[in-house]
């Protein structure tokens, strides 16, 4: 039951990470926002790289792709916050925990998209955000991808009916 209960308390660990995420873009919004569209721009990245050609010179395109990081945000948050819930309601029946994990497993793996495919693959490599010492946020996608990664590892482990 600890290790349901652990399971529980991560995935809604997740859950609060990604509501303060979604709130505080939307509360404090041209602060995260400055820094999608330099990495859109590519205006911090080495001069002269050969890669400039992909810059997306458009504000109406970057809020456009800012509202959707927040969208995809605030989606993990409820899919975690649900997916925890229904973990919760099923802690003591081990098999019915099992099939609770739905809702989580989708939380988990949308955040993994979100940090994983929005910023290491598409900001980091086709918007060349490595490159920027100003907006660069890899390092800190990498840890959620690792932290959330390990949650989703440990959450689809199978749940018996042993007392840990």
């Not at 993990?76 to 029946?93: D, E, P, R, T």
């Not at 690792?146 to 989703?152: C, E, H, P, S």
Request: proline content about 2%.
């Amino acid at each position: 039951m600890y290790t349901r209960l652990s399971k529980v308390i991560f995935i809604w660990a997740i859950a609060l990470f990604a509501s303060l995420a979604a709130f505080s873009n939307l509360a404090d919004y041209n602060s995260n926002y400055v820094i999608i569209s330099h990495v859109l721009k590519m205006d911090t990245t080495f001069p002269d790289n050969q890669g400039l050609w992909r810059a997306i010179e458009s504000p109406f395109i970057h809020h456009i792709v800012y509202g959707l990081i927040i969208f995809l945000e605030i989606i993990v948050a409820i899919l975690c916050w649900l997916g925890g819930y229904c973990l919760f309601k099923s802690i003591q029946n081990p098999v019915a925990f099992n099939q609770a994990k739905k809702w989580a497993i989708l939380g988990l793996t949308l955040g993994i998209i979100l940090w994983f495919t929005g910023f290491m693959t598409v900001g980091g490599e086709w918007f060349l955000m490595w490159q920027s010492e100003v907006a660069n946020g890899q390092q800190a996608a990498f840890r959620l991808v690792v932290i959330i990664g390990i949650t989703l590892i440990y959450l689809i482990q199978p749940d018996g009916d042993q007392q840990a």
